[in-house]
């Protein structure tokens, strides 16, 4: 049943992003996605995480230059 | 020191200039011809600039004998990954995709640092495609091969900086490093390899692979000429807005002193770092002896377990996936054929995670620099093997995947947390290949990375080592180092081809 749910999963997910992969394609991200599914679960389980902002920055007022400009 | 015999190092070569012992034209030439008589089998340049590069020589020459003097990068032969614009030649990203316009007649600005450098260009050089994924022989690039054995992979995405460095075809180069792309071709090929603190050089100008995991950094001979090189292009610049606002230190002002490691505390993790399936045999003994080493030089070393590794090493897979897929998306709808094989199934997988998956990766960075941090607060270094095993085989790589190969990798975790961590080499295994000695320290403190490297360099010779580079010829006949570089009769170009399309056929329909 899992592997069912996998399967359907990455078939939508897939084919949410425009994807079409050939078959044998197909079969090796499934097997990357059930090879990363344990590392995804892992990262919210992490007590310490709970609490914790993402390190990710956002500045209202960015001090940009557009490289060759 | 003759033409014919080129330096290795580059601060060799350097002083050799400044002594009138050697013009950078007879240098530039010898790395030219070297790479005329070696790179039909290594693979290592996508595209040369001789004219430019011997011209740049002869300015270089002409300041020196003006007087003019711009540092020690000023007539040194140097490649730059394909993946960071110069304005001399295309950037291809070893990609069908990348739009030829990209970067057409620019500069990156670390290639605006190196020339104002003195620095001369030699040409473009062999990557992954967009730094990830493996060679695919499908595609119109040249495909990579370790010095030490042709018949092994030498380590990416910067391979052609790494096969390049080792077999001498200039005295350094240009990598870039999201998961461990200027260190695994580092380790694999012989020679040193610098990541510096994200943030530490801007990216602008060259092609993202993950935006927030990105680092340009040094490949060269010795810890001390890494350390050169940095120091001529680190720095902000407000054309990237990830450049981290700090002066820039003198990367080898740290040198000048004895070599003591007194007074430093080395934390060393083999919990998380050996003992895997796939282990070389010699790596625990080689790595105990680098260690060993440290200490006799006068660090303190302890034991210690990096903070949330495994955790931290799945949070830089998702992100950079991600961050890649976002790239590369609309593209892989229109063109999935034109993508290497690899970089199809690598970059594709970034369509399997959620907005949910990559911010919670973000979190968990987060979460692990605290505890670094803390860990930080008891070590000044932290030491592990850049990898349990040596360059694999093409062979190899089919069997077991690159991401089976890369769970006998540890450079990833660094990338996520943004630390510098520098790589030397520390030995060999049975077979002649080398392995290496990789140190991490607190952001931006890449200075203690190039003396502690260098003081390790000067009381070993592996990064003076010379690859023999005949194709699966044995390593114990003969002394290592007791060949001048590039001396070997070459492979008929008929037979290489042949086992380019044998082996990497097999792994592309892996």
């Given at each position: 049943?899992?592997?069912?749910?996998?399967?359907?999963?990455?078939?939508?997910?897939?084919?949410?992003?425009?994807?079409?992969?050939?078959?044998?394609?197909?079969?090796?991200?499934?097997?990357?996605?059930?090879?990363?599914?344990?590392g995804v679960?892992a990262l919210y389980a992490l007590p310490e995480a709970r609490y914790e902002a993402p390190a990710l920055v956002f500045q209202a007022e960015p001090k940009l230059t557009a490289w060759g400009a | 020191?003759?033409?014919?015999?080129?330096?290795?190092?580059?601060?060799?070569?350097?002083?050799?200039?400044?002594?009138?012992?050697?013009?950078?034209?007879?240098?530039?030439?010898?790395?030219?011809?070297?790479?005329?008589?070696?790179?039909?089998?290594?693979?290592?340049?996508?595209?040369?600039?001789?004219?430019?590069?011997?011209?740049?020589?002869?300015?270089?020459?002409?300041?020196?004998?003006?007087?003019?003097?711009?540092?020690?990068?000023?007539?040194?032969?140097?490649?730059?990954?394909?993946i960071l614009a110069?304005?001399?030649?295309?950037?291809?990203?070893?990609?069908?995709?990348?739009?030829?316009?990209w970067?057409?007649?620019?500069?990156a600005i670390v290639?605006e640092r190196?020339?104002?450098?003195?620095?001369?260009?030699?040409?473009?050089?062999?990557?992954?495609?967009f730094a990830i994924?493996?060679?695919?022989?499908?595609?119109?690039?040249?495909?990579?091969?370790?010095?030490?054995?042709?018949?092994?992979?030498?380590?990416?995405?910067?391979?052609?900086?790494?096969?390049?460095?080792?077999?001498?075809?200039?005295?350094?180069?240009?990598g870039t490093d999201t998961g461990g792309s200027i260190r695994?071709?580092?380790?694999?090929?012989?020679?040193?390899?610098l990541m510096p603190t994200f943030g530490r050089v801007p990216n602008a100008g060259c092609a993202p692979l993950g935006y927030s995991l990105d680092h340009i950094g040094?490949?060269?001979?010795?810890?001390?000429?890494?350390?050169?090189?940095l120091?001529?292009f680190a720095g902000p610049d407000p054309r990237d807005p990830y450049a981290v606002d700090l002066p820039v230190p003198?990367?080898?002002?740290?040198?000048?002193?004895?070599?003591?490691?007194?007074?430093?505390?080395?934390?060393?993790?083999?919990?998380?770092?050996?003992?895997?399936?796939?282990?070389?045999?010699?790596?625990?003994?080689?790595?105990?002896?680098?260690?060993?080493?440290?200490?006799?030089?006068?660090?303190?070393?302890?034991?210690?377990?990096i903070p949330h590794y495994a955790e931290v090493v799945a949070a830089l897979m998702i992100t950079m996936v991600s961050e890649a897929f976002a790239y590369h998306r609309e593209?892989?709808?229109?063109?999935?054929?034109?993508?290497?094989?690899?970089?199809?199934?690598?970059v594709?997988a970034g369509a399997?995670f959620s907005g949910a998956d990559y911010v919670q990766a973000q979190r968990v960075r987060r979460v692990a620099q605290r505890a670094l941090a803390e860990t930080f607060a008891?070590?000044?270094?932290i030491?592990?093997?850049?990898?349990?095993?040596?360059?694999?085989?093409?062979?190899?790589?089919?069997?077991?995947?690159?991401?089976?190969?890369?769970?006998?990798?540890?450079t990833s975790y660094w990338d996520a947390v943004g630390n510098p961590a520098?790589?030397?080499?520390?030995?060999?295994?049975?077979?002649?290949?080398?392995?290496?000695?990789?140190?991490a320290a607190r952001p931006f403190e890449e200075a203690?990375l190039?003396?502690?490297?260098?003081?390790?360099?000067?009381?070993?010779?592996?990064?003076?080592?010379?690859?023999?580079?005949?194709?699966?010829?044995?390593?114990?006949?003969?002394?290592?180092?007791?060949?001048?570089?590039?001396?070997?009769?070459?492979?008929?170009?008929?037979?290489?081809?042949?086992?380019?399309?044998?082996?990497?056929?097999?792994?592309?329909?892996?």
């Open positions: 049943m899992a592997l069912t749910n996998e399967t359907a999963a990455v078939d939508a997910m897939l084919d949410a992003a425009g994807l079409s992969p050939a078959p044998a394609e197909r079969e090796q991200l499934l097997q990357m996605y059930a090879l990363f599914k344990p679960e | 020191m003759s033409a014919s015999e080129l330096a290795l190092t580059l601060t060799d070569a350097a002083a050799a200039l400044r002594a009138g012992e050697l013009t950078s034209t007879e240098l530039v030439g010898a790395a030219l011809a070297r790479a005329d008589a070696l790179d039909e089998q290594l693979g290592v340049y996508v595209t040369r600039f001789d004219d430019c590069a011997l011209e740049r020589a002869e300015q270089a020459d002409a300041d020196f004998a003006a007087g003019v003097d711009r540092g020690p990068l000023q007539g040194i032969p140097i490649g730059v990954k394909d110069v304005s001399e030649g295309p950037t291809t990203a070893n990609s069908l995709i990348l739009d030829p316009a970067g057409e007649g620019r500069d290639v190196l020339k104002a450098a003195g620095a001369v260009i030699t040409g473009k050089l062999t990557t992954m495609e994924g493996l060679p695919d022989p499908e595609k119109p690039f040249p495909f990579p091969r370790n010095p030490w054995n042709t018949d092994t992979w030498p380590g990416g995405s910067s391979s052609g900086t790494g096969a390049g460095v080792a077999a001498g075809l200039f005295l350094a180069g240009i695994i071709p580092a380790a694999f090929c012989g020679v040193s390899g040094p490949l060269a001979r010795s810890a001390r000429d890494c350390g050169a090189m120091g001529a003198d990367f080898l002002a740290g040198l000048a002193g004895d070599g003591s490691l007194a007074g430093l505390r080395i934390g060393v993790d083999r919990a998380n770092t050996l003992g895997g399936e796939h282990d070389d045999p010699a790596t625990a003994a080689v790595f105990d002896a680098a260690v060993a080493q440290l200490s006799a030089l006068g660090a303190t070393v302890v034991e210690l377990t593209d892989m709808r229109e063109r999935w054929g034109d993508y290497c094989a690899a970089t199809r199934s690598f594709g399997l008891d070590v000044d270094l030491a592990t093997p850049t990898a349990a095993q040596v360059s694999p085989s093409y062979d190899e790589l089919k069997d077991r995947g690159t991401r089976g190969v890369m769970q006998s990798i540890h520098l790589v030397v080499p520390m030995g060999f295994n049975a077979g002649g290949l080398p392995l290496s000695l990789q140190l203690l190039v003396r502690a490297g260098d003081a390790y360099q000067r009381t070993t010779d592996w990064h003076l080592r010379i690859p023999p580079l005949g194709l699966a010829e044995p390593l114990g006949a003969e002394p290592l180092g007791a060949e001048p570089l590039g001396l070997r009769p070459r492979v008929p170009s008929e037979e290489l081809a042949q086992r380019a399309r044998s082996s990497s056929a097999a792994i592309a329909s892996a």
